[in-house]
């Protein structure tokens, strides 16, 4: 644990002085060309691909407690593709507005997007009439991403050239910001699930184990699962806006540190939030240093990472079910 700490806090220290232009600590407080990058670009961006992240990772971490499944991610909610539908309608149809002074109008309309997904699962629940396991919310979130996913195409078929460009760079994942005011709306999503991960530590070490022995020792198994799902969905939406949908973190990360401090979700619930940070800010270095003076969006290269982790994972899973056979 403590060197996850360590090293995620390392990451976020020396991430802003890598770059083309190689700066030092004592450029922060330079006037010149240097200290604008510093203070304008570099910190800002690190602090918001560590906070993006931790949340990532957090929400994962709860997203596979709650499914029982190692396999599982927040990616699968359907909230990054209904925040996608929503940030295509903004540029489709050149929105313009700021909500709050912290969002532009594309940030706006993305989590908009990301609450009408969860809205949409929120409504198939009810009319199914009632409780809801969890393998029918699972595949409520499959449904509606599926849903958004086809009319994210539809509108970006009839889209002109810049803005299908536009429409599909976002969809990439990103992590680009001037100043601090992005944090705005991403430090929020991080608290809300901190705090509810933290707070809700027990019942998922019990719902882990199974609805019926959660039910025994006295935990309300749906409310808890609502209550969490929301709050997934909330921080997921949140970061979708700020930085577009960045895929894998929350399945790589919380599985890592699951394999390292074991599945006690009080300390799993610290080390994904700094393991996930550190990750996304190392791959967000790469991303604009490894092709510069190209950059590549970040969310190209964790789905990358990602899609083979999950592969091992999947093969690493085979042969275990092999050796009892």
């Given at each position: 644990m403590p060197s996850i700490i360590v090293l995620s806090l390392v990451c976020l220290a020396t991430a802003p002085f890598i770059g083309m232009q190689s700066l030092s600590l004592a450029d922060i407080a330079d006037e010149g060309?240097?200290?604008r990058i510093l203070?304008?670009?570099r910190i800002p961006r690190a602090l918001l691909g560590w906070t993006t992240g931790a949340t990532l990772s957090l929400c994962g971490m709860v997203f596979q407690a709650l499914f029982r499944n190692s396999l599982a991610s927040p990616d699968m909610l359907g909230v990054s593709t209904g925040a996608?539908?929503?940030?295509?309608?903004?540029?489709r149809y050149g929105l313009s507005f700021t909500l709050f002074g912290l969002l532009s109008s594309l940030s706006a309309c993305s989590f908009l997007g990301a609450m009408a997904a969860v809205a949409t699962i929120c409504a198939a629940w009810r009319l199914r009439g009632g409780g809801i396991?969890?393998?029918?919310?699972?595949?409520?979130?499959v449904a509606v991403s599926f849903l958004f996913s086809s009319l994210n195409m539809i509108l970006q078929y009839g889209g002109g050239y810049v803005d299908t460009f536009r429409m599909m760079r976002w969809s990439?994942?990103?992590i680009q910001t001037v100043g601090f005011s992005s944090l705005g709306a991403a430090v929020p999503a991080m608290l809300l699930i901190l705090f509810m991960a933290a707070a809700f530590s027990r019942e998922l070490d019990l719902m882990v184990c199974g609805e019926e022995i959660a039910m025994s020792r006295g935990v309300q198994v749906e409310r808890v699962r609502w209550l969490l799902f929301l709050a997934v969905s909330l921080s997921v939406g949140m970061n979708v806006a700020v930085c577009g949908p960045i895929g894998f973190v929350g399945l790589v990360a919380p599985h890592i540190c699951r394999s390292l401090v074991g599945a006690d979700h009080a300390r799993l619930c610290v080390a994904s939030l700094f393991f996930g940070g550190g990750f996304l800010v190392?791959?967000?270095t790469a991303a604009r240093t490894l092709w510069a003076p190209a950059e590549i969006p970040v969310g190209v290269l964790t789905s990358c990472i990602g899609s083979a982790f999950f592969l091992w994972l999947l093969i690493a899973r085979g042969r275990r079910n092999d050796r009892w056979r």
């Open positions: 060309s240097g200290g203070r304008e670009l996608a539908f929503g940030a295509v309608v903004s540029i396991s969890e393998g029918t919310l699972l595949l409520s979130g990439m994942g990103g190392l791959c967000d």
